[in-house]
Every structure is written in C-alpha cells, then in structure tokens.
C-alpha cells in the first residue's frame, strides 16, 4: 500500500478488521524518530459463520458455509503492516481450525461403553452436561477469507487490485512435472 501517513493505513486496516474479527491486541505503526516499526493485530478466535448467519461474512463461499454449520470451525487472524521504501507491506493471516471432540455434542452412542485407552479422565461436568473440548485441529490457511481482507484494504487505500492465483492454478509445466531448475557451480571450500 503506498500512502504517505501511517495511521491513515493503520486506521483502514482496523476497520477492515473489526468487520471480520473482534481484535484481542493491537500494536500501532509508530515512528520513532527516523524509524517507523512494524503493526500488528491480533484477534479473538471467532466461530465461524453458518448458513443461517447471512449477515456474517467470515465464511467465504458456499463450501465454506456449509463446513461451518456442519461442523465447528473458528478462525483467527494476525495482520502484520510493515514499513517499506515506497508505502506499507500489509500482511494478513487467517488460520482455521476444527473442534476435536471425545464424540459429537449431544451424541448418546458409545456413551455407556467402557474405555480401554487406560487413560483417566476427571472432570467436573459443567451446567448442561458439556464435554469440554479436547482441543482445535488445525486446517491451515484461510486464502479466500485472505484475499478478501486484503481486496478491502486496498480498495479503502486506492491501491492497484492485486489477487493471487486461484487454489486449483496448474503451472504451465502441468501436474505430477517438475520444471528442473538449474543447479549453481559451487567452488568447494579449502
């Protein structure tokens, strides 16, 4: 993003931000004398929106929906906005995770079964009878949700449009080939 006044920037990202996830931590673009350091936001993991939440937008796409109805999904961001020559390098990072539970909520099959894993578990049993979460499997990358965040910002900023290349791109040397790429001559050290 090119522009001259670091907290016009700073501003847009937030904003941009707030739409999607609820910020947990931010760290300002500051100057410090001649120098400008590096912002960063942190956010809250957010379930991620089903198909009966249309007024949410975290979840890009059909699929992405119905995975988030279907299952437990959450996201969290970390946006990095980084000083460079001509502007700011704005970086977000979306990460998406998946519920791990001992069995479905709500589920009675395999209840009344006896364990043999020879693992004790104690736990008070919360109102409502819940089983806490073992834990959140992590997905990877959200680059739809990404690319969306990014598209926002820079059209809030006027910045060219830029998108990377869809998932499902296929190098021009085809799947299942590898381009060889040449190998540099190195002296040995003596």
């Given at each position: 993003m090119s522009a001259a006044d670091p907290d016009v920037v700073w501003d847009q990202v937030v904003d941009v931000?707030?739409?999607?996830?609820?910020?947990?931590?931010?760290?300002?673009?500051?100057?410090?004398g001649n120098v400008?350091?590096?912002?960063?936001?942190?956010?809250?993991p957010e379930i991620g929106a089903t198909v009966f939440e249309p007024h949410r937008h975290d979840s890009v796409g059909g699929y992405e929906r119905l995975e988030s109805t279907l299952q437990t999904i959450r996201r969290r961001a970390l946006v990095r906005v980084t000083p460079s020559e001509s502007g700011?390098?704005?970086?977000?990072?979306?990460?998406?995770?998946?519920?791990d539970l001992e069995r479905p909520s709500h589920s009675t099959a395999g209840a009344v079964l006896p364990r043999?894993?020879?693992?004790?578990?104690?736990?008070?049993?919360?109102?409502?009878?819940?089983?806490?979460?073992?834990?959140?499997?992590?997905?990877?990358?959200?680059?739809?949700?990404?690319?969306?965040?990014?598209?926002?910002i820079q059209s809030r900023l006027g910045a060219p449009a830029y998108s990377m290349p869809p998932p499902d791109f296929v190098?021009?040397?085809?799947?299942?080939?590898?381009?060889?790429?040449?190998?540099?001559?190195?002296?040995?050290i003596r």
């Open positions: 931000v707030d739409d999607y996830f609820r910020i947990e931590r931010e760290d300002r673009i500051r100057r410090v400008v350091t590096e912002g960063r936001i942190d956010t809250v700011y390098w704005v970086d977000v990072f979306v990460y998406k995770e998946l519920e043999f894993d020879s693992s004790l578990e104690r736990y008070r049993e919360p109102v409502g009878g819940q089983v806490p979460t073992v834990g959140w499997i992590p997905l990877g990358r959200d680059a739809a949700l990404e690319q969306r965040m990014i598209a926002q190098p021009e040397w085809g799947p299942g080939e590898v381009e060889e790429l040449p190998t540099p001559l190195l002296e040995p």
